[in-house]
């Protein structure tokens, strides 16, 4: 708790330094040369003697309010992204400020969003993130611009503002690599059928996998369907189907996984012993509920949402620039959780 009878000379005379030197530490003055031991001696005894710097005249003086915003497409509502807000919001604790959430639809016309933004810029926060249930390229409202801003989990269709994405790339690898370390070299794809981004790149690194393992890349099967329950039913019973059927299956998500699982079952096949399953998500609720517990690939979505607060706060305060950033989207890892769902295949 700070203690309002503490002034700022108090913490002066406790720290053994000036009064100037105390409101360049606790306000963070990028350009003040004070030493690691003095900073640490001067945010020492704000704490002891309970002094918090004071919000308004903060604000009156640096035109800052301490708030940022984050408008929400969907992911307020959908419980395998909501860790970006949970990542966004505790980063920004970290610095001091705080987080107002608006949340919109992926389907709002652009007025409906630009409006949404307006009453973001209303509340006179300082800067804004712009995130997406999905990672998949979007059309932003103008006024974005207003602030500093950084788009979670998307990238702007002109490429024009900062962003930081998962490394589909990468994660689809690590999932067909499970497979062939296992020694399956029969392996099938249950893909998504939405044209964004994930769609495109797992589907390629499935089949670059495949190819630098010395098989045939292209032949590989692949079924598309909705990227839900049913959708991965669907697609795993054509595919389950074949005459030379696959013995290792990656799926487009997890949920798409838990589909292919209830076709396993009906066609007699246990998992992991006729088929190994992996899968692409790590919703919690899913992955490690199913029987047996589903090796998927991590989407980084606390560590978006902490990454992009993160940048954002230091472009607020003029310790970086995100025009530069904004020349390529950041890429952020997507490691593979092993659960039991992948064996070898049998003989």
């Given amino acids: 708790m700070t203690n309002k009878n503490i002034g700022i000379k108090d913490v002066a005379v406790a720290a053994g330094v000036s009064v100037t030197t105390v409101s360049h530490v606790l306000n963070e003055v990028s350009y003040a040369r004070i030493s690691p031991e003095t900073r640490d001696k001067v945010k020492s005894a704000a704490e002891q003697l309970g002094y918090g710097p004071n919000r308004l005249a903060q604000a009156l003086r640096t035109q800052r309010t301490g708030m940022l915003g984050l408008v929400s497409e969907d992911i307020a509502t959908t419980p ?108 099938g794809f249950i893909n998504n059928t939405d044209d964004v981004p994930a769609t495109r790149e797992r589907l390629q690194a499935f089949r670059t996998m495949l190819t630098e393992a010395g098989l045939d890349g292209d032949a590989a099967p692949v079924e598309s369907e909705v990227s839900e329950v049913h959708g991965g039913y669907e697609a795993a019973r054509r595919i389950l189907a074949r005459e030379d059927r696959p013995t290792g299956l990656f799926c487009y998500n997890d949920r798409m996984a838990m589909g292919a699982y209830r076709a396993a079952a009906e066609l007699g096949l246990s998992i992991p012993g006729d088929l190994s399953v992996v899968g692409f998500d790590d919703q919690e609720l899913i992955a490690a509920n199913l029987h047996p517990g589903l090796t998927t690939v991590a989407l980084p979505h606390y560590e978006m949402g902490a990454w992009a607060t993160e940048h954002l706060i230091d472009a607020v305060e003029g310790k970086t620039d995100l025009t530069l950033m904004a020349l390529h989207p950041t890429i952020l890892g997507c490691p593979l959780v092993r659960r039991d769902s992948i064996a070898a295949p049998r003989p």
Avoid: Q
């Fill in 80 to 187: 395998h992204a909501g860790r970006i807000i949970l990542g966004a919001d505790e980063a920004a604790k970290a610095r001091g400020y705080g987080l107002m959430i608006i949340n919109t639809s992926g389907s709002a016309s652009l007025e409906s969003r630009r409006a949404d933004v307006d009453a973001l810029l209303e509340r006179r926060v300082d800067g804004i993130l712009y995130a997406t249930m999905y990672h998949r390229n979007v059309e932003l409202p103008a006024n974005l611009g207003s602030v500093p801003s950084v788009l979670v989990d998307s990238v702007a269709k002109g490429g024009n503002i900062t962003a930081v994405i998962p490394d589909e790339d990468g994660g689809a690898r690590a999932a067909v690599g499970a497979l062939l370390e296992a020694g399956h070299t029969r392996v």
